[in-house]
């Protein structure tokens, strides 16, 4: 197993390794490297349906949260998600199929527990463009004031899920918006553009708080863009990385897993529910999405 930098700042290439060959200790090696770099990418990998799930198991504390949309889950699992706009002989779609560019989310934040690992697996890459986009959130990578940090410190934010997916309770949940990581070594922001308020504070002064720690995030030098090839197998903390689809044309197949992270590695949000309805006198971004042309029950997607 070969670890080389993908980005200056986070993300790893593992090369000369089969995850269908994990036993403990390439396991414990494979944690501990995620929880300092935040994604991990695994070249010429051949997994199907099966060792996909049991890799993401292993990796993982055992469990897997089905994917949010029960139409794209696999035939023989509904813990792997098909991405791709191929149809089975009846013309019925695989899978979730777009493939416009994304918003920057982290999977599952709209879920009190979420799995915040997750993986990726390449069957097909896409004829041009389609790369998966990531951003660090880990505070000391992102040149934050000090003032600020203190500032968000205390806080929680929001967020809930899109009208498509299909297999959550549509509430609005509260997460910390500072994580900690378990070893008390990285502090990382939990907040995405999906997130929808700050919990005590005013609509207007958290519209500007979300400008301003998002703007810190997706500056261009925390930015990696993976260009998929066939074969890739991407494993990412979503505690420690935003991420987003870019936009691409052609046919793709992509396989995806939701992981519950093991808490003696890694730092896992736990999220209250604050409401049901939306909050009082604030548009939950519907209108504007439709506005814009977007549709919302395409968020967060990759």
Known sequence: MRFNNLHPRFGREVTGFDVRALDAEAVHVIRTELARCGVLVFRDQVLDDDA????????????????????????????????????????????????????????????CDPATLASLYCLVPPTRGGATSFATTAVHRLSLPAELVERVRPLWSTRRPAPTHDNVDHVEVSH???????????????????????????????????AQLLHHCLSDRNVYA????????????????????????????????????????????????????S????????????????????????
């Open 52 to 111: 996909l799930e049991r890799a993401s198991r292993q990796l993982g504390d055992g469990r897997l949260e089905e994917p949010a949309r029960t139409w794209s889950h696999a035939p023989s699992t509904r813990f792997v998600s098909y991405l791709t706009g191929f149809r089975d002989e009846s013309g019925k779609p695989l899978g979730v199929a777009d493939n416009h560019t994304d918003y920057w989310h982290s999977d599952q934040e709209f879920r």
């Open 176 to 210: 910390p918006v500072l994580l900690t990581s378990p070893r008390g070594d990285g502090e990382f922001l939990y907040v995405s553009e999906n997130t929808e308020r700050f919990i005590g504070v005013s609509d207007e002064a958290g519209d500007v708080l979300k």
């Open 226 to 277: 993976h260009e998929w090839r066939m074969g890739d197998f991407v494993v990412y903390d979503n505690a420690q990385v935003l991420h987003r689809r870019e936009t691409f044309e052609g046919m793709r197949w992509l396989k995806g897993t939701k992981i519950f992270a093991p808490l003696e590695y890694f730092a896992v949000p736990a999220g209250e529910v604050v409401g049901v309805e």
């Open 279 to 302: 909050p009082a006198g604030r548009d939950t971004g519907e209108t504007e999405l439709a506005a814009s042309g977007t549709a919302i029950e395409e968020r967060g997607n990759v």
